[in-house]
């Protein structure tokens, strides 16, 4: 997956979990938890998401990494290819 | 038209699920009312045939006001609104067919449904009961089951949307009648965390995601446990006397996006296992926020806790529901220096919190109660 899928996907998935929040004003180094109003909730179902598309089984020890925009990119780009 | 708050008095009829002529069972969802807390759906006690819709669409009636009429109406079973808590549901009218979300939630031991899933059943407006079998692990419905299942949609549910400023207006006269009448005491405990800690981060290691659970259930399940220890804080206060309650039914603070608060019942929250207890708070904070709620989950709670999460105060002190008699409080987990065998070390902590009504019990049950919080975290294994 290309940076931009990567980018696109997670937006996608918040969106579905915050069907209110604002997308385009998501910025690479915002904590998405403050930026989206998500909760332990809301990130919990975000990772479970993540697992759902992507295959991804993230732990939670990774949970840190997926904090902002630009290092979830980083985390799930190597995620990925692996 | 059933009371769905303390201060509620009325609400407006905005779809029915049924029709003269259907047969309903004891559970069903029949109606949609709105109310200041947004559309909720009606469910029914009884089984019968429904005769006669007496509220059409659209009209707005007091509390009490009988919505429909059942032929040959018996209790199947007791009604989940039933125990001495708020005014139980008036007749109403059921139907046969299941409820007209366009989501069955996932109910741990029975359908087992990825958050994924649900959300592009959703979007889809998927009926997810109609997938018999998925193509996840033991059979759980996955995202592609959702979209393969895309061309067979349900009846669109009807139109649901909370209007905050009316919630707002429910938040105001619920917690101005509580601050009025009920004379409140306040305890604190703070609650050493490390093996709570550490025991959810060896349940969680080996876990997919959607079977990992977050601290909020080990929470839950002690404030539900240590209510067995002091029953005086589980019940309702109602004409002068303090009635209590023989079952469990913790309701589950939710804030809702853009502003206000709502907290549904979880059932027998003492009797549920952890997994059972996350899949309940899920299902309950997505449907909160979608609107689909149901009657009994607003009649039902004896006690309320709230959890303000890891983002939010390191306490928090709570404004009892009426008319119930205790609310209890979960801070933000933060490290601090504690005293351990008399040396600082740092440690995980909680700020647990009791608002109780002092006309049900005084301080000194209060503290029992939140010494077996305290103590039942220290055995997260039990819970």
């Not at chain 1, 697992?51 to 990494?65: A, K, S, T």
């Amino acid at each position: 997956m290309t940076d931009a899928e990567i980018r696109a996907l997670i937006l996608e998935l918040i969106g579905e979990i915050a069907p209110e929040a604002d997308l385009a004003s998501a910025r690479d180094q915002d904590d998405l938890r403050e930026a989206f109003d998500l909760d332990s909730m809301d990130f919990a179902n975000f990772v479970v998401a993540l697992h759902d598309r992507l295959g991804v089984n993230i732990p939670e020890v990774h949970y840190n990494r997926l904090f902002t925009l630009e290092r979830a990119i980083d985390y799930l780009r190597d995620a990925v290819a692996q | 038209m059933p009371a769905l708050g303390a201060d509620m008095e009325a609400g407006t009829l905005v779809e029915w699920l049924v029709k003269p002529g259907d047969r309903v069972n004891s559970g069903d969802v029949i109606a949609v009312v709105e109310t200041q807390k947004g559309a909720i759906e009606v469910e029914v006690f009884q089984t019968g045939v429904l005769s006669d819709i007496l509220v059409p669409v659209g009209e707005r009636v007091p509390v009490g006001t009988v919505l429909a009429q059942i032929d040959g109406a018996e209790r199947a079973t007791p009604a989940p609104a039933a125990e001495p808590v708020i005014t139980p549901p008036p007749i109403v009218a059921p139907r046969k067919t299941p409820p007209l979300r366009a989501v069955v939630a996932p109910r741990v031991g029975r359908l087992k449904v990825t958050p994924a899933a649900r959300r592009r059943a959703a979007a889809l407006n998927v009926d997810i009961a109609t997938i018999v079998t998925g193509s996840g692990v033991e059979g759980s419905i996955r995202l592609a089951d959702v979209e393969s299942a895309g061309a067979a949609p349900v009846r669109a549910a009807a139109k649901r949307g909370l209007d905050l400023s009316q919630m707002r207006k429910a938040i105001a006269a619920a917690m101005s009648r509580s601050k009025r009448e009920i004379p409140h005491y306040y305890l604190t405990e703070t609650v050493d965390l490390s093996a709570a800690s550490t025991w959810i981060e060896r349940f969680n290691v080996d876990k997919p995601p959607v079977e990992r659970i977050l601290p909020a259930v080990l929470f839950l399940k002690a404030a539900a446990l240590a209510l067995r220890e002091q029953l005086r804080l589980n019940g309702a206060y109602e004409n002068d006397a303090f009635v209590p309650s023989s079952n469990i039914h913790v309701g589950w603070a939710i804030s809702l996006r853009g502003g206000g608060l709502i907290a549904p019942a979880i059932r027998d929250a003492d009797k549920k296992s952890l997994a059972e207890l996350m899949g309940a708070m899920r299902d309950l904070v997505e449907r909160a926020r979608r609107g689909n709620l149901r009657s009994s989950e607003l009649t039902s709670p004896t006690v309320t806790v709230t959890n303000v999460g890891d983002r939010g105060a390191e306490s928090v002190t709570g404004i009892i529901y009426p008319p119930q008699v205790s609310i209890v409080g979960f801070g933000r987990v933060v490290a601090r220096p504690w005293v351990v065998d008399g040396r600082i070390e740092s440690r995980p902590l909680v700020t647990v919190t009791l608002a109780a009504d002092h006309r049900a019990t005084d301080g000194h049950i209060g503290g029992l109660y939140l010494a077996a919080v305290a103590r039942l975290l220290q055995e997260p294994e039990k819970l």
